[in-house]
C-alpha cells in the first residue's frame, strides 16, 4: 500500500505545474490548445519558455560561460 501512496505523490507533484496552469488560463485558451497542430503547440511552447526564461540561454551549445 505504501508504494501505491508513494506512485499517487509523485504524479501529484509531477502533474502539479500543469493542473496549476489549466486553472489559469480561459475557456477560450484551452480550446485554442485543443485545435491547434504539432507545430503550432511546439512553437507555442517554444515562445513559453523564451518569455519565461527572458530569451536567456540557460545551457546547451549555445550557452555562454564564463570562464
Known amino acids: 500500500m505504501r508504494d501505491v501512496s508513494k506512485l499517487i505523490e509523485s504524479e501529484l507533484q509531477y502533474f502539479k505545474p500543469m493542473l496549476e496552469r489549466s486553472i489559469r488560463s480561459s ?3 484551452r480550446e485554442a490548445w485543443r485545435n491547434e ?3 503550432q503547440r511546439q512553437e507555442r511552447i517554444s515562445l513559453e519558455v523564451f518569455d519565461m526564461l527572458h530569451g536567456t540561454v540557460r545551457y546547451g551549445p549555445f550557452c555562454r560561460t564564463e570562464a
Do not use: N
Request: glycine share 0%; hydrophobic share 50%; charged share 35%.
Open 27 to 29: 475557456v477560450a485558451e
Open 37 to 39: 497542430t504539432i507545430r
